[in-house]
């Protein structure tokens, strides 16, 4: 019986069909390939190129940068702004319900058929039971009013006083040993200082360069800001050749820059700027004849044309 089993499987495995590929080359007449297989061979090869394409597919949309042109899916900048919008909204969403409760809470404290659901710790109520200070129940009076008026007056007074602290112990020099002052220079916060048409400028004091810049108010012309020790900054403008930069060093009596050539025939006016901390100062206090035993600049009378030491 086991015979007969085995030999009718014979036959039937030699009368199955079988289907064979093959690949000529009909200008030679030459066959290329010829594969021949059975139906179920085809079969589980396809299935196996199916799943071959189908894996390199997925790889090369999950590693590459080929799945941004995929219809559906977001760019990199969308989806980060995507992901921020969900943000806001989720912090949106938190505020609302955190104003929600505290409106609530309002409401039902404002019925008066609420009853508490809690109460209040003993540290709590003894905090309640505590009376305000009397600086918060009664408005300032017209002592502490003047005493408050008359201590910003003395620290007004002792801020102008600092800076000329400050100055004893530095050297100021003149941006020119034969330039000249106006009069009416003595006293204003921008000293006006006459000097000859092509002169050159000097740093009044050891300090570094902060700023070179042109500018076209005060008639024009380069101006160069200089910080100095002890809260010093000066501020030369209406130059002609600046011959520093920014983040440059310069010591006193250093050369900066040069005057321009101005508009009358024999001379060019600069202005020169300082402040300590912040606040304006009179140059002439620190640069002119009250800061040295011999004045650094020669004062001059615009009307009557003649210098005085």
Not at 27 to 51: D, F, M, N, P
Not at 71 to 87: C, F, I, V
Not at 99 to 126: C, E, G, K
Not at 260 to 269: A, I, P
């Amino acid at each position: 019986m086991i015979r007969a089993f085995h030999e009718t499987f014979k036959s039937f495995m030699k009368v199955r069909k079988r289907y064979t590929f093959t690949l000529e080359d009909e200008s030679r007449l030459e066959k290329l390939l010829q594969i021949s297989a059975s139906r179920g061979k085809y079969i589980i090869c396809g299935v196996a190129v199916l799943i071959i394409f189908m894996t390199l597919g997925a790889l090369t949309v999950g590693l590459s940068p080929a799945r941004r042109l995929l219809p559906g899916y977001l760019k990199d900048s969308e989806r980060a702004a995507t992901q921020e919008h969900h943000m806001r909204l989720d912090s949106l969403q938190q505020a609302y319900e955190a104003n929600n409760a505290y409106l609530s809470n309002i409401i039902a404290v404002m019925n008066p058929t609420t009853r508490p659901t809690r109460t209040l710790p003993d540290s709590a109520v003894s905090q309640i039971d505590t009376p305000f200070s009397p600086d918060s129940l009664f408005p300032t009076s017209v002592e502490e009013r003047n005493f408050l008026s008359m201590m910003r007056e003395q620290e007004k007074y002792n801020i102008s006083v600092i800076a000329p602290l400050a100055a004893e112990s530095m050297l100021f020099a003149p941006v020119n040993d034969e330039s000249i002052i106006s009069e009416k220079s003595k006293k204003s916060k921008k000293a006006e200082v006459i000097l000859a048409k092509g002169s050159q400028v000097a740093a009044i004091a050891d300090g570094r360069v902060i700023a070179v810049s042109q500018s076209v108010r005060e008639g024009g012309g380069a101006a160069v800001i200089i910080q100095h020790a002890k809260g010093f900054l000066s501020r030369c403008s209406r130059l002609g050749t600046i011959l520093v930069e920014p983040g440059d060093f310069v010591s006193g009596g250093q050369i900066i820059a040069i005057t321009t050539s101005g508009n009358s025939r024999n001379n060019q006016r600069i202005n020169i700027e300082m402040w300590h901390n912040g606040n304006e100062l009179v140059p002439y206090d620190y640069l002119g004849d009250k800061n040295t035993k011999s004045p650094r600049y020669p004062i001059i009378d615009e009307e009557v044309g003649r210098g005085r030491l």
